[in-house]
């Protein structure tokens, strides 16, 4: 069964760091992309961070890019977002996503996820 379960969201101050985590399932392999998204209020949800493979080049939305770093721990399954240099327009649930992408797919769209977590709420604020 193929699961994502969120974790280490919370209120932090401009410029301040953050760490995600995505665990998923023993289900999801090493061939799995993960991918982060974020919603904010009004918005629609946008592509953040993604990593295609454990030793994949990771992709990453410009503007997050630069402040954010998406990394995998194959032993544990799980994916990690740290979050520097944290902006008032970062506030947003943030969302885990799983599935296996056709070679060339653009690994920040949506559409391109069906295994979804339940989010984690992160805001920014002073």
């Known amino acids: 069964q193929v699961h994502v379960a969120e974790s280490g969201g919370g209120l932090v101050q401009p410029g301040g760091s953050l760490r995600l985590s995505c665990v998923a399932s023993?289900?999801?392999?090493?061939?799995?992309?993960i991918a982060w998204f974020r919603q904010a209020p009004g918005k629609e949800r946008e592509g953040v961070a993604c990593?295609?493979?454990?030793?994949?080049?990771?992709g990453y939305s410009e503007p997050v890019r630069g402040r954010f770093t998406i990394s995998r721990d194959k032993a544990k399954n799980t994916v990690y977002l740290q979050m520097n240099n944290l902006k008032p327009e970062d506030t947003a649930v943030y969302y885990c996503?799983?599935?296996?992408?056709?070679?060339?797919?653009?690994?920040?769209?949506?559409?391109?996820?069906?295994?979804w977590g339940q989010g984690t709420q992160v805001t920014v604020s002073s």
């Open positions: 996503a799983t599935d296996v992408l056709f070679t060339g797919s653009n690994c920040l769209v949506v559409n391109e996820y069906d295994y």
């Open positions: 023993d289900y999801v392999s090493d061939y799995w992309t």
């Open positions: 990593i295609t493979k454990s030793d994949g080049d990771p």
